[in-house]
Each structure stands twice: as structure tokens, then as C-alpha cells.
């Protein structure tokens, strides 16, 4: 079986070391030094046999990522131990091997292993850049639930019958709990409206109130709360076949 491929990022031949160390620089361990730097030597080293392979197949008319490149050059390194000793730094003429051993490997004609190899790392790439993608939807959500949030918290009456305040107060509750939902607004409509129903039922509008007498931490506190009991309202919902539109698996 194939190597494990090395995580691949935005600068993946770059972060290829982390899974798949090349041979570089050893040196002892120092508690009194500094945290390493995002670039070294090794991986200024690691950078350019990349480059040089990506470089070497183009002529070639072959394409080839930088993430497959460092994949190919670790498993070079992997099955070569005597040639490229991972304490041993390397010399121009190992570079010189490890890229022409490479590039020989990646320029093979109809070989299995290496269309395995391609189809690996494929996927591998394909699955970090949807988990990417999913961490900062993730983190652009939380951020507007924050906003959110410190909007509730802070807002203030100014009479104890100010209803337009208390309405508003109530829409960015309910659009909070939209959002807590991962809806987007007015996308999914029998969800909205079952959110809504949940929310008169735990927190009706009379009880708006007593809410913005509440400290701030209280506030929130209550605010986080609410939104745990109106999702268990809904899988509740859903359980029986009644509800749970919107919450997926």
C-alpha cells in the first residue's frame, strides 16, 4: 500500500514535513531557544526539490502539484533510507538524486501504483481543502452569533412599554436562533416557523421584560440555554414525525 500522504494546505510541499520529514539539519535540543520560525533551511531545501520536480515533469508536459511532488519525493526517501539518511543532511548531489529518482517515478507510464498514488492524494487534497472550507463557514457563523449576541445583550428599553423595542428585541432572538440552527435567513421556511413556535412556547414575549432587567452574563446564559431547549424541541419533533425540518444527520 502507498505511503500516507502528507497534509496538504495552502502551502502544502512547504507543511509536507510535519507528516514526512526530508533529511535537514539536526541540531540539539536547546529548552532556552527560541520557538522555530515558519522557515528554516530544511524547508527552504524541501521547497526547492519540490519546485525542481514540478519543474523537471512541465518540461515534459507532465503536470504535477506540489502536494503529489512531496509524496513522491518522501516515498523516494522512505524506500531509499541508505541513499538519503534522515540524519544526514543533504548535499547537491543527493538533491540532484532524489529529484532525477522523482521525476523518473512520476513520468512512468501506465503503472497502477502510480495512478493509486495520483487518486490518493486527489482525494486527500480534495478532503482538507472541504474541511477548510467547512471550518471557516464555521468560524464566519460564530463570529455572526457573537454579533448577534452582543446585540441582544446590550440592547436597552426606554420606558418599560417600549414596544418597538421589545419587538426588535424579539426578531434578533429569533434570527439568533436561526442562525444557531445553521439556517440562513428566510431559506428554510418550515424551519423558521417551527423555531418560532418553539420559542413562544419556552420564551413567550411577556417574559421579554424581566429578560433585559437581567445582568449581561445572565443574559447570555439564558440566551445559550434557549437556543439548547428550542433544538431539543426539534429533534424531539422530528423523532415522532412532526417537525425537524431543516437538522441534518
Request: proline letters at 8%; hydrophobic letters at 45%; aromatic letters at 4%.
Amino acid at each position: 500500500a502507498p505511503p500516507t500522504t502528507p497534509r496538504a494546505r495552502s502551502d502544502r510541499a512547504a507543511r509536507a514535513p510535519a507528516h514526512a520529514p526530508l533529511p535537514g539539519p539536526r541540531r540539539p535540543a536547546n529548552p532556552q531557544a527560541p520557538p522555530p520560525t515558519s522557515y528554516s533551511p530544511a524547508m527552504d531545501a524541501i521547497k526547492r526539490i519540490v519546485s525542481e520536480i514540478t519543474f523537471m515533469c512541465r518540461l515534459r508536459n507532465v503536470a504535477v502539484s506540489d502536494t503529489l511532488g512531496a509524496f513522491i519525493a518522501h516515498a523516494i526517501v522512505l524506500e531509499h533510507a541508505a541513499l538519503f539518511p534522515l540524519d544526514k543532511e543533504l548535499n547537491e548531489a543527493d538533491v540532484q538524486d532524489l529529484v532525477r529518482m522523482a521525476v523518473e517515478r512520476l513520468l512512468t507510464e501506465d503503472s497502477p501504483s502510480l495512478e493509486t498514488i495520483k487518486m490518493q492524494v486527489a482525494f486527500d487534497t480534495a478532503k482538507l481543502d472541504e474541511l477548510d472550507a467547512l471550518e471557516a463557514a464555521r468560524e464566519m457563523r460564530e463570529r455572526r452569533e457573537d454579533q448577534m449576541l452582543r446585540g441582544i445583550v446590550s440592547a436597552q428599553l426606554k420606558g418599560a412599554n417600549d414596544v418597538p423595542a421589545l419587538t426588535a428585541l424579539y426578531r434578533r432572538i429569533f434570527n439568533f436562533l436561526v442562525l444557531r440552527a445553521g439556517l440562513d435567513p428566510a431559506a428554510n421556511r418550515a424551519a423558521e416557523r417551527e423555531i418560532a413556535a418553539a420559542l413562544e412556547s419556552v420564551f413567550p414575549r411577556i417574559g421579554l421584560k424581566a429578560f433585559t432587567l437581567l445582568p449581561p452574563t445572565d443574559k447570555h446564559a439564558q440566551l445559550q440555554e434557549l437556543a439548547n431547549i428550542v433544538l431539543g424541541i426539534r429533534l424531539f419533533n422530528r423523532s415522532i414525525g412532526k417537525g425537524g425540518a431543516g437538522i441534518e444527520d
